[in-house]
């Protein structure tokens, strides 16, 4: 409950912080950190179309999308504080109940018939095939360094007694920062701005959503970050005591938020062809984490 709670709280300013640090980068003052939020409260409050050409699948897309999320979010302890949902094996469930979602949205922007939204649905759904095995790998590989197979069991088991295994975290915390980017469908992968539909992902697909409908989408993009901001303050949280592990979230999920601005910042999208090989590297990380494992376990011969 602690964690579905603070996630909550951090989807409401996660993308008002990136937006502004991506403001500042470029010399500009940007609005206030809530006013995406703004934005979504103003579509929440507007009715939605719907082309004769969609079917129920197209109507029931955006809220299945935004409970996937939110199931996922419950997998996710904080510290010592297990998810609403824990047992083991959870992160499994964790990665296929997101993809329930993405796959839902994918058909969603198939059910419209229109040829941009396909183009756009197979990209999104041959980067996150690309990016799944850099996260089970990963996590798979602190499953084994712990000899916990849960969200919890592994947070709250993880301790770092090396030199090596310290660096086994930063390294995790890269690859959960642009496997965030990817899942989002951010820079360098996708640019959110873009309007030119031969070169969107995510944006393209629900260019037919409008309304409520669209609000939703937006805000499920606010609560993955949140997420995935979770898991990666649960690499520094351990056993700490509410009273210090609370105020150490928050610093982790603004510190993430403005790394993810400054990336936008100063990075450029990469050309179609080069994101199945940027998307690969992040699985080469992981299995530089698992040898990593490996090593501190003394499982080489």
């Not at 979230?249 to 993430?256: D, N």
Request: overall charge neutral; hydrophobic content about 55%; glycine content about 8%.
């Amino acid at each position: 409950m602690v964690s579905l709670v603070l996630i909550i709280l951090t989807s409401l300013f996660f993308t008002g912080i990136v937006v502004r640090t991506k403001s500042i980068a470029s010399g500009r003052k940007g609005p206030g950190i809530f006013q995406p939020m703004k934005d979504i409260i103003r579509l929440w409050k507007k009715g939605s179309v719907y082309s004769t050409t969609t079917s129920f699948i197209f109507q029931i897309a955006p809220s299945i999308y935004i409970a996937s999320v939110l199931m996922a979010i419950l997998m996710i302890p904080h510290g010592n504080h297990p998810g609403i949902i824990s047992f083991e094996g959870d992160f499994v469930m964790f990665a296929y109940v997101l993809a329930l979602g993405k796959f839902l949205m994918i058909i969603s922007a198939l059910d419209t018939g229109s040829s941009f939204e396909g183009m756009g649905a197979s990209r999104e759904a041959l980067y996150s095939m690309l990016v799944e095995p850099a996260f089970f790998i990963l996590i798979g590989s602190f499953a084994l360094f712990t000899g916990q197979t849960s969200f919890h069991g592994i947070f709250s088991s993880l301790h770092y007694g090396s030199h090596i295994s310290y660096m086994l975290g930063g390294l995790a915390t890269f690859v959960f920062i642009f496997i965030a980017m990817i899942e989002n469908s951010r820079m360098p992968v996708d640019d959110p701005k873009t309007h030119l539909e031969l070169t969107m992902v995510h944006e393209v697909m629900i260019l037919d959503n409008s309304g409520f409908d669209l609000g939703l989408i937006m805000y499920t993009t606010h609560l993955k970050f949140a997420m995935y901001g979770a898991i990666i303050s649960n690499f520094f949280i351990g056993v700490l005591p509410l009273e210090i592990s609370i105020p150490l979230f928050f610093a982790v999920q603004i510190c993430f938020a403005v790394v993810v601005g400054i990336i936008e910042s100063f990075i450029a999208r990469f050309r179609l062809g080069h994101n199945p090989q940027f998307i690969f590297i992040l699985t080469s990380v992981s299995l530089l984490i698992f040898f990593g494992v490996l090593l501190v376990l003394g499982k080489f011969i």
